[in-house]
């Protein structure tokens, strides 16, 4: 089942987390991921808040993803992520199965 990590983020230092986008690229694809969403523009709906940077990935699982972010090589480069942005989300949630729901989303 497909696992998807979101990460939302303040960004301190645009030109050190443009290098690191460009080093965790690899990795990503490495385990196998993709980028759905990688900033751009951002609405909030319903009266919620949500500002920064949002990034969301899809992994072919949940254990793909971990494996991206306990990786030796990866936490080298994670370091000019934490030094670029201030991260108030990273979390990997499982997609969901749509077969034998009510409806799709419930």
Do not use: W
């Amino acid at each position: 089942m497909v696992a998807y990590v979101i990460a939302q983020m303040t960004v301190i230092d645009p030109d050190k987390l443009r290098e690191y986008a460009d080093l965790a690229a690899h990795f990503t694809a490495q385990y196998g991921g993709r980028y759905l969403a990688r900033g751009g523009e951002l609405t909030n709906l319903e009266n919620t808040i949500c500002n920064g940077r949002l990034v969301i990935a899809e992994f072919p699982n949940r254990q793909a993803a971990i494996d991206l972010f306990v990786d030796p090589d990866y936490r080298k480069i994670a370091v000019i992520r934490e030094a670029a942005t201030t991260t108030r989300i990273l979390s990997v949630i499982d997609g969901i199965e749509y077969e034998g729901l009510p409806s799709a989303g419930v």
